[in-house]
């Protein structure tokens, strides 16, 4: 999931999945084609903010990008296309009938849940980039971090907390300004540095296509990949819109995979060829490598620049994932009574407004551990790895749901039916849970840090914030804690 990517999760979530079942065809002038959801499917996964985790890898990285390509982003984009085009109201419906409705709460807080660590890591990226716009110095500072953390994140809820509207064409608009232009530049640049005689700082022949295996701990930063493609069930809710979804669909995804893949695969090789692997940091690896190309070529003064514009589109995307996941989550507890009143009230512009402060007391302590751990890279990594965790136990459910769903309801009516949906479900999620449970073991990156600490921080945070939490709100519900016919404006 890149910081563009933009969820709709306003869509009522504990809509009956049977209203689906007598849904019609979109108008002629709401068709689209396959290669404008390629298009869009494109725009809300690719990113270059994991470039450099997987740029440390060098030549490797091509077969570490195809690798979980194959067996997450594949079958994640086909099972949920099947999903969407025959239950509305999103992971929380899918769930909730094909398994039960604790069940279904589970997946739709996970999908809340990982936003919880998703925001420090993204802001830490924020910081080391908005760094090298005053000192680059200052990338390597944890104390630098957490303030730049504590700061945007708040100026972001007051931001959503007033209902501005519009914030959306930022993160639309991300993608040309933060992704696409400063992947091109990056990748032609590294190109010429390369033409020019200059070395690769890391090697590129045909020995290198594999990585070097050194154990169960060689195998974590392929983890962070998984949160590099999540996401796709948010696109899946298109699926209907087109004319022939049973052809038009997998054309689309395998369109949309090769595109993504080339915006991850290339802007990681290049910074690979002018930043050496020891030297990379994960959160600033993308402006060391346009400051070592700019370098090349005398034009250093565009650094601030490119980091202007990274800046703008992770911003962009953090304002719209501020208003979503909490807003689904909002929309099924008032239904079903999963979260205390409390944590339902709205302000007078119709926004959760108690949801996101809670948020983000917890997303300020969380940004302080930037402040704590020395190595900023290890606390990103930490980070990134939770979000990616608490992410997959969702991902886990919505599989074994849509095994559940063809099993019991195979004549229920589908736009897209996916093939061999058994077995894309199985190597969707034996690939899940694989990734799940390596992320408890440290990456051999940061092989010197205690692993007994590093187990407890990852272990629980993700165990607790995706397993323990829910389990606690299930637990203590109240009936008086429904509120279905509650208005969402005017409520203070």
Request: with cysteine; proline share 7%.
């Amino acid at each position: 999931m890149s910081a563009t990517d933009v969820p709709d999760r306003s869509a009522a979530p504990g809509e009956p999945p049977s209203a689906s079942a007598g849904r019609g065809k979109p108008p002629a002038a709401a068709w689209i084609s396959w290669i404008a959801l390629a298009m869009m499917t494109t725009s809300s996964v690719a990113s270059l903010r994991a470039a450099p985790t997987m740029a440390v890898y060098g030549l490797a990285c091509v077969f570490l990008y195809l690798l979980p390509a194959l067996v997450f982003l594949l079958p994640t984009s086909l099972v949920s296309a099947e999903l969407a085009s025959g239950w509305k109201g999103g992971v929380y419906n899918w769930v909730s009938e094909g398994i039960s409705k604790p069940m279904g709460f589970l997946a739709v807080w996970c999908q809340f849940a990982m936003t919880i660590f998703y925001y420090p890591s993204l802001l830490g990226f924020v910081a080391s980039t908005l760094a090298y716009v005053f000192n680059p110095a200052l990338a390597s500072s944890g104390v630098w971090t957490a303030c730049v953390i504590i700061v945007v994140y708040w100026s972001g809820v007051w931001i959503s907390s007033r209902g501005t509207k519009g914030v959306a064409g930022l993160a639309s608009a991300g993608l040309i300004i933060g992704t696409l232009i400063p992947g091109a530049v990056l990748i032609l640049l590294a190109s010429i540095f390369l033409g020019q005689g200059n070395e690769s700082a890391a090697p590129m022949t045909s020995d290198h296509i594999f990585p070097v295996w050194a154990g169960l701990s060689s195998l974590v930063l392929i983890v962070n990949n998984f949160l590099s493609y999540s996401g796709m069930e948010m696109n899946a809710v298109h699926v209907s819109s087109l004319k022939n979804p049973g052809k038009e669909f997998p054309k689309s995804m395998f369109l949309a995979m090769g595109l993504v893949l080339v915006i991850f695969i290339l802007p990681a090789l290049a910074i690979s060829w002018v930043v050496p692997a020891e030297e990379l940091s994960l959160t600033a690896g993308v402006m060391q490598a346009f400051d070592a190309v700019f370098a090349n070529f005398g034009t250093q003064w565009l650094t601030p620049i490119v980091g202007v514009m990274l800046v703008t589109a992770s911003l962009g995307g953090m304002l719209t994932w501020l208003a979503g996941p909490s807003k689904g989550l909002l929309l099924i507890s008032r239904q079903e009574g999963y979260l205390p009143p409390f944590l339902q009230k709205l302000n007078k512009n119709g926004v959760q407004q108690n949801i996101l402060v809670v948020q983000g007391v917890l997303t300020t302590a969380i940004g302080l551990m930037y402040a704590l751990i020395p190595d900023v890279s290890s606390a990103y990594w930490i980070f990134s790895v939770i979000t990616t965790q608490v992410y997959l136990i969702m991902y886990l459910l919505m599989f074994v749901a849509a095994i559940q769903l063809r099993r019991k309801h195979p004549e229920h009516p589908r736009g897209y039916r996916a093939p061999m949906l058994v077995g894309l479900c199985g190597i969707g999620f034996a690939a899940s849970l694989a990734a799940l449970l390596v992320g408890f073991i440290p990456p051999s990156q940061f092989g010197g840090g205690n692993p007994i600490i590093y187990l407890l921080i990852v272990g629980g945070g993700a165990l607790g914030l995706g397993l323990l939490v829910p389990f606690l709100f299930y637990k203590f519900r109240k009936p008086s804690w429904r509120q279905p016919e509650v208005t969402e404006v005017n409520e203070s």
